[in-house]
């Protein structure tokens, strides 16, 4: 069964920059999507980016735009997010996730509960 495990989280002045790993175990990453999702205290989970494997499409939650970047190293079956110009509101824990059963190579709509294989998620803190 597909486990991940994320890592990379820290503390952050605002303005700076972090990467956070994603790795899986159990199976190839090759075949699935994988999306990142973040969840501050008292919010609801969130979806941050997605990444397909069919076509390597990237998607984005507009809060994020044009500062993340998710990306995928299938040889080491890892996804990244690199997240620059950070923000207090960026304050989350974030984790990854894959979608089950059909169409797993396909981002669904980024919502929780479209998703499974949810790692342990690192903590991500933006403070000065």
């Known amino acids: 069964q597909l486990h991940f495990v994320e890592s990379g989280g820290g503390l952050v002045q605002p303005g700076g920059s972090l990467r956070l790993s994603c790795a899986a175990s159990?199976?190839?990453?090759?075949?699935?999507?994988i999306g990142w999702f973040r969840q501050a205290p008292g919010k609801e989970r969130e979806g941050v980016s997605c990444?397909?494997?069919?076509?390597?499409?990237?998607y984005y939650a507009d809060s994020v735009k044009g500062r993340f970047t998710i990306s995928r190293d299938n040889a080491k079956n890892t996804v990244y997010l690199q997240m620059n110009s950070l923000n207090p509101e960026d304050t989350a824990v974030y984790y990854c996730?894959?979608?089950?059963?059909?169409?797993?190579?396909?981002?669904?709509?980024?919502?929780?509960?479209?998703?499974?294989?949810w790692g342990q998620g690192t903590q991500v803190t933006v403070s000065s």
């Open positions: 996730a894959a979608p089950p059963g059909r169409g797993l190579g396909l981002c669904p709509t980024m919502v929780p509960y479209e998703y499974d294989h």
């Open positions: 990444i397909q494997s069919t076509d390597g499409s990237t």
């Open positions: 159990g199976v190839t990453l090759d075949y699935y999507a």
